[in-house]
């Protein structure tokens, strides 16, 4: 991993760290434009794209947030950490197939 996707987790594991439950939409869209310039970034290092999910969870995990254990039943109800972690996730994937922007997409993920 070079300096710059590095330096973009670290700001990342900030930035999860500092997260506050609800999530508003403004920190969520801030929180996705992060995510999708790390993946970005590790795309550019070459890293493949199951190993980019694998380090944005880890930097999930180094922000003290990670899934409920509960999360892999169907039946269970997803918490807000939940959703978010399987949002940042689904960013990751976005940007490592993206250049890393916006691209358009409302803050929900989806389209405008």
């Known amino acids: 991993m070079n300096h710059d ?20 939409t403004s920190s969520a869209e801030e929180l996705r434009t992060h995510v999708r310039e790390y993946a970005a970034a590790l795309r550019t290092d070459g890293v493949t794209p199951e ?12 922000a003290g947030l990670e899934p409920t254990t509960h999360a892999k039943s169907t039946e269970a ?11 940042v996730v689904a960013w990751c994937i976005e940007g490592y197939y993206s250049d890393g922007r916006r691209n358009g997409s409302g803050p929900d993920g989806r389209g405008a």
């Open 5 to 24: 996707a590095r330096q973009l987790a670290g700001q990342l594991r900030v930035k999860l760290g500092e997260v506050m439950f609800p999530v508003s």
């Open 51 to 62: 190993a980019a999910v694998i380090e944005v969870k880890r930097v999930l995990f180094d």
């Open 77 to 87: 109800a997803l918490t807000p950490r939940d959703h978010l972690c399987g949002s």
